[in-house]
């Protein structure tokens, strides 16, 4: 069973910046798609970033492009979501899930469906 669990969320300003790290158990992180979802409160859970099992690429929301960056470190087993000029708009439970299907297209890794085992969620909240 893979279990999956972020960690890294809080309070920040407007403008400031934080780093969610997930960490996912299972002897072939390797091989794992990895993505990070958010869900606001009265939203649906939306797509923000993914990384495919190689690390090599990489595929981000439109929304947070160029303000969020993905990345991994299959050494450690874990996935950074790096968020900078946060906006009060960014404020958010974050997920983390891991694809065990080896996906190899990582455009196919922005659905929640792609996915088989979601952690518990990260609160980011953004004051303005």
């Known amino acids: 069973q893979v279990q999956v669990e972020e960690s890294g969320g809080g309070l920040v300003q407007a403008g400031g910046s934080l780093r969610l790290s997930c960490a996912a158990s299972?002897?072939?992180?390797?091989?794992?798609?990895m993505g990070w979802f958010r869900q606001a409160p009265g939203k649906e859970r939306e797509f923000v970033a993914a990384?495919?099992?190689?690390?090599?690429?990489?595929y981000v929301a439109d929304s947070v492009k160029g303000r969020f960056t993905i990345s991994r470190d299959s050494a450690k087993n874990t996935v950074y979501l790096r968020l900078n000029s946060l906006k009060p708009e960014d404020t958010a439970v974050y997920y983390c899930?891991?694809?065990?299907?080896?996906?190899?297209?990582?455009?196919?890794?922005?659905?929640?469906?792609?996915?088989?085992?979601w952690g518990q969620g990260t609160q980011v909240t953004v004051s303005s």
């Open positions: 990384i495919d099992w190689s690390g090599g690429s990489t």
């Open positions: 299972g002897r072939t992180f390797g091989r794992y798609g």
């Open positions: 899930a891991a694809s065990i299907r080896f996906i190899t297209d990582v455009q196919r890794m922005g659905v929640r469906s792609a996915y088989d085992h």
